[in-house]
């Protein structure tokens, strides 16, 4: 099989490709990648409820002019929740992305001969590249459509009434975009013009002119008239500090080429789109074939990469009209054996599928909420009566769609428009420092205050003068409220025994009984039984007191509810150790370790797991990927479990080094004694094999049963 006989076997490739992209997108839940989906959800609602297009930020109590430059989106997605709630953004975003790819493989033709196998691995590298993109809903993903549907008219010439329909759409639908289709616009005039000039205008030369004019005009056919021709210019230098897409790759980043178990990165895929663009640039200017258009898009694409990495696929798609008219030179079709094509192919043909695989979200469908703060957002729903909340701006979408009107947050991530640089300077910083803090919260007097719960120092810069208390925490943040402006809330809900930022761990506050930690706990349940953070703090302070039992079940509620935390699979894990049903704890370990958990926590119990189920080899494997004997924090438990271990499975050159070990850091009489046995066993060439199952592990081990 050649290049120029792959042909039906390309479009059966691609067919397949196209289904199992399909369903892959179909399977892929609505999470927080950005949360930029809720902002955009609760302004289509604003229009709905309204009438009309928002005029400022919605769900703010700042009043901050705002130009809704993606109203016609933000209208089709709340359309698409209203009409499947969250199964109807899935199909949304499924079928962008089914209308995008059609528009690439037209673009490309990558079944035609010659070169149809070229073609089509261009396609597949297109297709993959554009993917992750579309984890997340948002404006974009129609404009990328738009843009490949403007450059299949513009290329094949027979759709040009398409376009002045395109930019209408490009500019309500994400009209800060619109230089991206001005880019297409100014490609394909100059190259008209330019075909005029030397007397070579082809035989539509009127109708494509009228229609790149009609397309040029119709980008002011907005609510937002002339006004939306400025916004793109908005200087993002302070945006881009914080926001890692607004600002340009290293350089070196287009050099780089990894593969990890037949998955390239996203960043070697478009090296290998920019590198061939490139090698067609050179080739096809050497023969007299280069086309103007082609080199505008080019450059068109250079120059929206220097303005950020977010625009990586619009310069993938802006280079397949130079990669769809460019047949690779004769000497990279020369005939291979025919095992060895076949060979190549089959691993090609595989990689997007294992890359698909590889790709695959394991959190709930069709609405991941591990990374979002639904704990505190339900518990302002059904315990609170409304109010301000200054906010961290990560997750405020969620707040803004959960809680408006009846809350009003401070500021979210639409940098910089609408919310200006000390918006979000505030927004970012003010919990990182006490002296903006105290600024902050005395001018804007909000009734509630959204902290991280990563963010450790906040609580320490918060003086309880300013008179807010913590009342409830998820995953994600600890909410405070103000005990003046709302006095009845923090007298039921304050929490005085429990620490948020250290809940999970099943710890009161220090001198707090853990009668009252855990009533404060239950009550939080009560009114949202779906806090799995709440719940997981709940079953620690329950295996803290001995019940197991309870506290499994409490895990396993967690692990169903936000199966994307590692906690509540630990927790599930050790309550499974101390009912000693180690097989089932082995799975819930196993899985914490997939979800990121503390590897040498997640070793050391999987170690007595092993252990207690007889199987010494396994054991010691896992003590000896997370034990590093010659650092100074590994404790003379570590080493004595692992030399006995090392025993058991007959490896008396680690038993002796470790029980060696061991016995240096021996803390007492007793620890010495016992490492002491082990290393005159580990040195009997005719002793029998420790058992390390038979001997009981100091409580401060860390190791727990």
């Keep these: 099989m050649t290049m120029r006989t792959w042909r039906l076997p390309g479009a059966a490739y691609l067919a397949a490709l196209g289904v199992a992209l399909f369903l892959f997108l179909l399977s892929w839940p609505i999470f927080a990648g950005d949360t930029d989906l809720w902002y955009h959800l609760a302004a289509g609602r604003s229009i709905i409820e309204r009438g009309s297009i928002p ?5 703010t109590f700042l009043q901050r002019p705002w130009i809704d430059y993606s109203w016609l989106f933000q209208l089709i997605a709340w359309s698409a929740h209203a009409a499947g709630g969250y199964v109807g953004l899935v199909l949304l975003r499924a079928a962008l992305f ?29 297709l993959l590249v554009l993917l992750p993109r579309f984890a997340s809903l948002r404006p974009q993903l129609v404009a990328l459509v738009l843009l490949a549907v403007a450059l299949l008219a513009l290329e094949r010439g027979g759709r040009l009434w398409a376009l002045p329909a395109v930019g209408v759409l490009w500019a309500n639908a994400h009209g800060v975009s619109w230089p991206v289709f001005a880019v297409v616009l100014a490609a394909y005039g100059a190259e008209l013009a330019w075909q005029r000039l030397r007397q070579q205008a082809p035989a539509d030369f009127r109708a494509r002119a009228n229609a790149i ?22 200087s993002l230098d302070f945006a881009s500090r914080m926001i890692e897409e607004l600002g340009p790759l290293p350089a070196a980043a287009y050099t780089r080429f990894a593969v990890e178990g037949l998955v390239p990165s996203r960043q070697t895929l478009f090296n290998l789109l920019a590198l061939a663009a490139v090698f067609a640039l050179v080739e096809q200017a050497a023969r007299r074939k280069l086309r103007l258009a082609h ?4 450059a068109g694409a250079v120059l929206l990469l220097s303005r950020g990495s977010r625009f990586v696929c619009e310069s993938a798609l802006l280079a397949l009209p130079l990669l769809a008219g460019w047949e690779p030179p004769t000497w ?10 076949a060979g190549v192919l089959v691993l090609l043909g595989l990689v997007p599928f294992v890359t698909l695989e590889k790709m695959r979200y394991p959190g709930r469908y069709p609405l991941s909420t591990d990374n979002l703060p639904t704990g505190v957002t339900t518990f302002l729903e059904r315990a609170g009566h409304g109010g301000t909340i200054f906010n961290f701006p990560d997750l405020a979408g969620w707040l803004e769609w959960r809680l408006a009107p009846r809350y009003r947050i401070f500021a979210d991530l639409q940098t910089p428009f609408p919310y200006d640089d000390v918006d979000t300077f505030l927004a970012i910083g003010a919990t990182a420092d006490r002296v903006v803090l105290g600024r902050v919260l005395a001018r804007y007097r909000p009734d509630f205050l959204a902290i991280g719960i990563d963010d450790r120092e906040a609580p320490a810069h918060l003086d309880p003068r300013w008179g807010y208390r913590p009342v409830a925490f998820d995953w994600t943040t600890v909410l405070y409220a103000h005990r003046q402006s709302q006095r009845d809330l923090v007298a039921q809900y304050e929490l005085r025994a429990i620490d948020p930022c250290t809940a999970v761990a099943g710890e009161p506050r220090p001198g707090a009984p853990p009668d009252l930690a855990r009533a404060e706990l239950e009550q939080l349940a009560g009114i949202d039984t779906s806090n799995s953070a709440v719940a997981v703090a709940l079953a620690r302070l329950q295996l803290a007191a001995g019940d197991a039992s309870s506290a499994l079940g409490n895990a396993k509620h967690a692990t169903t509810t936000t199966p994307l935390h590692a906690e509540g699979w630990l927790t599930a894990g ?29 070793g050391r119990q999987l170690w007595l797991c092993w252990t207690k189920l007889g199987e010494p080899r396994r054991a010691y494997r896992e003590l000896d990927r997370v034990v590093d004997p010659v650092s100074s924090s590994t404790s003379f438990v570590d080493l004595l479990a692992l030399g006995e271990t090392a025993a058991a499975i007959g490896d008396r050159e680690a038993a002796e080094r470790n029980l060696t070990f061991a016995l240096w850091k021996a803390p007492d009489e007793a620890s010495q004694r016992r490492a002491a046995a082990g290393l005159d066993r580990a040195h009997d060439p005719g002793a029998g094999p420790i058992s390390p199952s038979a001997r009981a592990m100091p409580a401060s081990s860390g190791i727990k049963e």
Aim: one cysteine or more; hydrophobic letters at 55%.
């Design 55 to 59: 005029r400022h930020a919605v769900g």
């Design 98 to 126: 089914v209308a995008l790819a059609g528009a690439v493989v037209a673009v490309l033709r990558p079944c035609r001969r010659p070169a149809a196998a070229w073609r089509v691995a261009v396609c597949i590298i297109a």
């Design 213 to 234: 004019a009609a397309a040029a005009a119709a980008l002011l056919v907005t609510p937002h008239g002339i006004a939306l021709l400025r916004l793109p210019f908005t």
């Design 295 to 298: 080199v505008v898009l080019v």
């Design 332 to 341: 990279t079709q020369r005939e291979a054996p025919r095992f060895a094509r």
């Design 574 to 602: 050790d309550a499974n150790v101390a009912l000693r049903r180690y097989r089932e704890a082995v799975d819930d370990f196993e899985t914490a370790r997939k979800r990121g958990g503390p590897e040498g926590r997640i």
